[in-house]
């Protein structure tokens, strides 16, 4: 059974800081992972994709993938109410995506 | 360029019925995934389609549900004899390349 394992939260930071979010998987041979943001009542949206260890910047967003340590991570940094929403974090395995539960993160003006 | 479409948004079916739920993929977008979504669950992965054939159907039960993605038109997602249990929100995304995908709106399904 594959499994992706997520803190769900709530993860509750200050407008400014930096929000940590972890992820861990099960299957060693997945290669390729992803982040979304759900804000609540609508679909999830495309953050980042890491394919490779080590980090990956865009913008705000920093995704940190260890493959030997099966996880991957999510900085956001200066965070701001807006990113306030789930985030899930996906795993391709071969056809299919295994997605989290999700971590609740709520930013404080 | 318009996003993955899914309609209808919200759609009441009693116990039996079918419900029949579509997805159009953005443009260019060849690859179609099919998930469905519980309260307080994370997405479950149902089907994944390209034109006109499937690929991964493993996910979804095998009775009661099938889905297609014909050469012409949106896909399509139906549910035969709807249970209680088959009300979820049931999301469809596309992708150009198997990899990043981008979901539609979703349609909520309550069996009433």
């Known amino acids: 059974q594959k499994e992706v394992e997520q803190n769900s939260g709530p993860l509750s930071v200050p407008e400014g800081a930096i929000a940590s979010l972890n992820c861990t998987y099960s299957?060693?041979?997945?290669?390729?992972f992803f982040w979304y943001r759900q804000y609540s009542g609508k679909s999830p949206e495309l953050i980042m994709s890491i394919y490779s260890n080590g980090d990956k910047e865009d913008g705000r967003f920093t995704a940190q993938l260890n493959k030997a340590s099966q996880y991957v991570s999510l900085l956001i940094r200066d965070s701001q109410p807006s990113d306030s929403a789930t985030y899930l974090c996906?795993?391709?395995?071969?056809?299919?995506?295994?997605f989290g539960t999700g971590t609740s993160l709520t930013v404080i003006p | 360029n318009a996003g993955v479409m899914q309609n209808p948004r919200h759609l009441v079916r009693r116990r039996g019925q079918e419900a029949r739920l579509r997805c159009s993929p953005m443009?260019?977008?060849?690859?179609v995934y099919w998930y469905r979504q519980l309260p307080e669950e994370g997405l479950k992965f149902m089907v994944y389609l390209q034109k006109e054939n499937i690929i991964d159907e493993s996910g979804m039960p095998k009775e009661r549900f099938s889905a297609e993605f014909p050469k012409e038109g949106p896909s399509i997602l139906r549910i035969q004899q709807v249970v209680r249990g088959d009300s979820a929100a049931y999301f469809c995304?596309?992708?150009?390349?198997?990899?990043?995908?981008?979901f539609g709106p979703g349609t909520r399904l309550t069996v009433t």
């Open positions: 996906a795993v391709k395995e071969g056809n299919q995506f295994y």
């Open positions: 299957d060693r041979v997945s290669q390729s």
């Open positions: 995304a596309s992708s150009p390349n198997s990899y990043e995908q981008y």
């Open positions: 443009k260019g977008h060849s690859h």
